[in-house]
């Protein structure tokens, strides 16, 4: 209890550790470490893949097609 008006220090926490500083790299590191985020992550790394796959067949097809229709 501050005694005449001085200010209190918070030197512990009501958990009895002192509170660590959040910085950006550790939000950055918990933030990557989230489940639901690396799910989506290969979820869509699965979907670009198969869309990469399909264009570059695509491109045989439409050559195909084309000297299919111009015979």
């Known amino acids: 209890m501050p005694i005449r008006g001085e200010l209190s220090t918070a030197t512990t926490t009501p958990h009895g550790r002192a509170a660590e500083p959040r910085t950006a790299w550790s939000s950055f590191v918990a933030a990557l470490s989230n489940q639901d985020l690396q799910c989506i992550a290969i979820f869509c790394g699965i979907g670009l893949l198969l869309e ?19 015979q």
Do not use: E, P, Q, W
């Not at 399909?54 to 050559?63: E, F, G």
């Open 52 to 70: 990469l796959n399909v264009l570059l067949r695509a491109s045989d097809l439409d050559a195909n097609l084309i000297g299919l229709m111009l």
